[in-house]
T-cell receptor, first 114, second 110 residues
Framework: DTEVTQTPKHLVMGMTNKKSLKCEQHMGHRAMYWYKQKAKKPPELMFVYSYEKLSINESVPSRFSPECPNSSLLNLHLHALQPEDSALYLC?????????????FGPGTRLLVL | GNSVTQMEGPVTLSEEAFLTINCTYTATGYPSLFWYVQYPGEGLQLLLKATKADDKGSNKGFEATYRKETTSFHLEKGSVQVSDSAVYFCALSEPSQFYFGTGTSLTVIP
């Protein structure tokens, strides 16, 4: 299995809703990442988990809450989002955290906040 | 700091034309360099990578050489196809974060 899967593919939510994005990989990778990508822009790093511990938080608002329940799963819990949070949310994984590691991306969850 | 600069798009080429997408970088250490491709509505796919100076990455007819002296990693393909239409991102990894360029949109017309 050489892919990163993400669910759901699309999500529409109101500003008062609570929802979660899920990411899964079975490549034995020990580093996992969340990115946010706005239209016609490059991905922006949000969080990095290394060996199931939060390694990097790029000053992301607390309405985004990551969780890594085990080495294969990465969740992003969403609460009280704003319309400007509408974007493509990409998950990625790499064998380890480090400069020579290739990141493998999932197809993304396209989020619309109304 | 670390950064990646890509040529502005969009780029439109006829099928079988030669492609070059320029990428230069600024890094404090010894980064690895990557090209990723994003097809419409999809996530990013690794196209090729190079981990040290003078390395050449290649895949599906695309290639790029890590040039430390010019801090560049230009993407080239000798003959593009309609199926190569996508957005191409240059990226560097150092020490544990990815820094992406702004992306270059390529459209290949028959």
């Amino acid at each position: 299995d050489t892919e990163v899967t993400q669910t759901p593919k699309h999500l529409v939510m109101g500003m008062t809703n609570k929802k979660s994005l899920k990411c899964e990989q079975h490549m034995g990778h020990r580093a996992m990442y969340w990115y946010k990508q706005k239209a016609k822009k490059p991905p922006e790093l949000m969080f990095v988990y290394s060996y199931e511990k939060l390694s990097i938080n790029e000053s992301v608002p607390s309405r985004f809450s990551p969780e890594c329940p085990n080495s294969s799963l990465l969740n992003l819990h969403l609460h009280a989002l704003q319309p400007e949070d509408s974007a493509l949310y990409l998950c990625a994984s790499s064998p380890r955290e480090g400069p020579q590691e290739t990141q493998y991306f999932g197809p993304g969850t396209r989020l619309l906040v109304l | 700091g670390n950064s990646v600069t890509q040529m502005e798009g969009p780029v439109t080429l006829s099928e079988e034309a030669f492609l070059t997408i320029n990428c230069t970088y600024t890094a404090t250490g010894y980064p690895s360099l990557f090209w990723y491709v994003q097809y419409p509505g999809e996530g990013l796919q690794l196209l090729l990578k190079a981990t040290k100076a003078d390395d050449k990455g290649s895949n599906k007819g695309f290639e790029a050489t890590y040039r430390k002296e010019t801090t560049s990693f230009h993407l080239e393909k000798g003959s593009v196809q309609v199926s190569d239409s996508a957005v191409y991102f240059c990226a560097l990894s150092e020490p544990s974060q990815f820094y992406f360029g702004t992306g270059t949109s390529l459209t290949v017309i028959p």
